[in-house]
């Protein structure tokens, strides 16, 4: 997300943030987790291939260092972290932050207060997330479970759980039942090749999720303790 009225020309890369980041400086923003490091290494993906990065939550050794000299670089331009999205909201809407990672909802909150902002999916894709239910394996009564799981995906449910909480529906019936007839457009419900560019949060493990059986690959952990130097 980027204030139009500060940031010109519009970006269509994460090089505004990265490489770029220097001429907003200290008005950048950034999620605050170490998955984060997973934005910095689809980045260096897409634009430094000889890291030979196929998937940015499988990282070695020599990747994470590379995930995480980038954003040491990108710390001396972030004004802030941000975990609270209500938080993002307000220093959007004041111009503490001009540019930086966010959610739709955030946008939209945003716009919905008349802050000149604007969110894109930039050119290397963006990671993601799916919220998910799920049944305990040994739920005391499955039977209620199951009915709550049909109640929760019907598309009237789906519907307003997505409306409330501000993400794409999971039922494609649901856009027929939004408030809001523009909010799935708004959320790229229906767009395939939109999604084709998301990365979903994976937790990072030793066993190197890209397939790769000849290196070791680094864990959450290891992305927690990094994260940690990273903020300083």
């Not at 789906?158 to 993400?167: C, I």
């Not at 809001?180 to 999604?195: E, L, Q």
């Amino acid at each position: 997300m980027y204030r139009t009225d500060k940031v010109t020309p519009a970006p269509t890369s994460w090089s505004a943030v990265f490489d770029d980041a220097a001429s907003q400086t200290g008005k950048v923003t950034a999620y605050d987790s170490p998955i984060y490091i997973a934005d910095a290494a689809l980045y260096l993906m897409k634009h430094k291939p000889e890291l030979g990065i196929t998937n940015p939550y499988a990282l070695d050794d020599k990747q994470l260092a590379a995930a995480v000299d980038l954003l040491k670089a990108q710390n001396k331009n972030v004004g802030e972290y941000w975990s609270d999205y209500t938080k993002e909201v307000q220093a959007f809407k004041t111009g503490d932050s001009t540019v930086g990672t966010t959610w739709q909802v955030i946008a939209s909150l945003a716009q919905a207060d008349k802050a000149p902002v604007e969110a894109i999916l930039p050119s290397e894709g963006a990671t993601g997330w799916s919220d998910t239910w799920m049944v305990a394996a040994h739920a005391k009564h499955p039977n209620c479970a199951y009915m709550w799981m049909n109640h929760i995906v019907s598309p009237e449910v789906n519907a307003q759980v997505a409306e409330w909480f501000g993400e794409a529906p999971s039922n494609a019936l649901a856009c027929d039942h939004t408030s809001d007839k523009s909010f799935c457009t708004t959320y790229h419900s229906a767009d395939a090749p939109y999604w084709k560019n998301v990365y979903y949060w994976t937790t990072p493990t030793t066993q190197c999720l890209d397939g790769r059986t000849n290196v070791k690959c680094t864990d959450y952990t290891a992305w927690t303790n990094a994260w940690t130097e990273i903020k300083g």
